[in-house]
């Protein structure tokens, strides 16, 4: 029966130590890592919400980078457009100029030189570029929006019909800028679609011909002008709803994380001041333990009989 007392009692009292190491040592990992589960049996409910919040994040960050992506396009496509309305601007100037009676077809001819330039920048800017490389214009295209015949000095638009939208959080898309025909294309006088390019291109013509004609010329560019004008503000209004649609989302997407953050802690962190207090706490009990089974070892039968 004694034999079998002190024996118990050694691997009682070797079971209660190992158990309390254990614990403290659990205790010391979590105040080095700041994590309050070391492994998912610690606590399953709070480690499979770990899980999902983490799923949550890494789909956050996917849609922070496709709006990140979708406005440095549209900003780009914003200061084309700025440059585009000037453009267009000085040509309805000019084309108001040219239809003056006392313009002289010298100075028309010098006007459709001008125009001649403006087209060129518009081209230019119709082919523009954003910080990635890809086309502004051309949807889905690689390349340029527009190419130009080298012997008509035709302007053909070569991108895609469409651009494809871009998800951006909660089940929500933005099309992250412009085709060339929603910006440069319109109805002319008779109802037929035409774009500015071809416009510029014939009123220099006529006006380089000279005589009542051009001052007619000068006079329909006018209205060409202004229904081009009307084309290229309404797609800034657009651009810019949807620039104001992603800081929205924006804003949505930091509150969201701020909120996966914040329970994340409060799931999987741990709290350093509690924590350390139990800590503190099992290396006492840990210290009276082995203090505890020394003496009590030490009390064999042959100290008991003395």
């Known amino acids: 029966m004694i034999n079998l007392s002190t024996g118990a ?3 009682r009292s070797t079971t209660q130590i190992s158990s309390l190491r254990a614990r403290a040592e659990t205790l010391q990992k979590q105040i080095g890592t700041g994590e309050r ?16 919040l983490d799923r949550e994040e890494r789909i956050s960050k996917v849609d922070t980078r496709n709006s990140q992506s979708a406005e440095n396009n549209l900003q780009f496509t914003d200061e084309a457009f700025a440059q585009i309305a000037v453009i267009i601007s000085r040509a309805r100037e000019l084309s108001l100029q040219a239809s003056s009676a006392t313009t002289s077809d010298s100075q028309r001819a010098s006007i459709a030189t001008e125009l001649d330039g403006l087209r060129e920048n518009l081209l230019g800017l119709a082919n523009g570029r954003n910080a990635s490389g890809h086309s502004l214009f051309g949807g889905q295209a690689i390349g340029n929006a527009y190419e130009v015949d080298a012997t008509t000095g035709v302007a053909t638009y070569v991108g895609t019909a469409t651009l494809d939208s871009v ?9 992250p800028g412009n085709t060339g025909p929603q910006v440069f294309s319109f109805e002319d006088a008779n109802g037929n679609q035409t774009d500015i390019f071809a416009e510029l291109s014939a009123l220099a013509t006529a006006l380089r011909a000279g005589g009542e004609t051009a001052a007619d010329a000068g006079r329909d560019g006018l209205t060409m002008l202004d229904a081009s004008f009307d084309k290229v503000t309404t797609a800034q209004t657009v651009l810019g709803s949807r620039l104001a649609w992603l800081e929205l989302m924006t804003d949505r997407r930091t509150d969201n994380l701020e909120r996966i953050e914040d329970e994340r802690s409060v799931m999987g962190e741990a709290d350093l001041a ?3 207090s139990r800590l503190q706490e099992m290396l006492t009990v840990l210290e009276a333990s082995q203090s505890s089974f020394v003496r009590l070892a030490n009390l064999n039968l042959f100290s008991m009989l003395r």
């Open 167 to 175: 998800e951006i959080g909660e089940g929500q898309t933005i099309v």
């Open 274 to 276: 509690v924590t350390m």
């Open 9 to 11: 009692f050694y691997e």
């Open 37 to 52: 589960l070391t492994k998912s049996s610690d606590d399953p409910v709070a480690a499979a919400r770990l899980r999902m």
